[in-house]
């Protein structure tokens, strides 16, 4: 079946430090979105891309799509304590309209 | 405001006792789903609708029970036969793909 993994499972920076993750489908995507969830709150979309090679940024977040469009990561530059959360990567699932499939998310934690 | 509502935030309820998880939205969506996530873990699809009287099983239906009378309301009920229902239940909705989430009841059972 469809399979979206992400690594790593968790990720610990000192502020100030660079972060990515990545995101691997088993399958090609027709597009791929982000969601933050912050500790103890709920997932919140980030981004969404739909282009082979495409590239968006965000303030200190840049999101990459791979050219193959089964792979995509985010990076964030110069890291706050305030970007401390899990990461989802999702895709739509094959052959069921707009549903998603997530990965199982990146934790990062950033030590002051 | 627009928006999903989850109620309530927390839940505590006895080994044994069915219990009911609000999930209600204003946005207008057709397609509204459940998901539960155990600490540390990723989301996993419990039920989906995608349209109002109409729902199909997720990855974990077992123990779950869902309803959809009305566009905007999707309970979910945590039945007995559920083994581990401890747990957080996020309920979300989605536009063109895009999923919107509730703000999760975190459900214990004692």
């Known amino acids: 079946g469809q399979q979206v993994m992400q690594i790593p499972q968790y990720q610990h920076v000192q502020e100030g430090e660079d972060f990515t993750t990545y995101c691997n489908s088993s399958?090609?995507?027709?597009?791929i979105q982000w969601y933050k969830q912050r500790p103890g709150g709920h997932p919140v979309f980030l981004i969404q891309?739909?282009?082979?090679?495409e590239v968006k940024k965000q303030k200190r977040l840049t999101f990459q799509f791979g050219e193959a469009k089964k792979n995509s990561s985010l990076h964030i530059t110069v890291t706050q304590t305030t970007d401390v959360g899990t990461y989802f990567c999702?895709?739509?699932?094959?052959?069921?309209?707009?549903?998603?499939?997530f990965g199982g998310g990146t934790r990062l934690m950033v030590k002051p | 405001d627009g928006g999903i509502t989850q109620s309530p935030k927390y839940l505590f309820r006895k080994e044994g006792q069915n219990v009911t998880l609000s999930c209600e939205q204003n946005?207008?969506?057709?397609?509204m789903y459940w998901y539960r996530q155990d600490p540390g873990q990723g989301l996993r699809l419990i039920y989906y609708?995608?349209?109002?009287?109409?729902?199909q099983k997720g990855d974990i239906a077992e123990g779950y029970s869902v309803s959809r009378e009305k566009k905007e309301s999707f309970p979910l009920t945590v039945t007995s036969a559920q083994k581990n229902p401890t747990a957080f239940y996020l309920c979300?909705?989605?536009?063109?793909?895009?999923?919107?989430f509730g703000p999760g009841t975190r459900l214990t059972v004692l």
């Open positions: 609708s995608q349209i109002v009287n109409d729902f």
């Open positions: 891309l739909v282009k082979s090679g």
């Open positions: 946005l207008n969506h057709d397609a």
């Open positions: 979300a909705s989605s536009m063109q793909g895009t999923e919107f």
């Open positions: 999702a895709g739509p699932r094959k052959g069921a309209g707009n549903m998603l499939t």
């Open positions: 399958t090609t995507l027709s597009n």
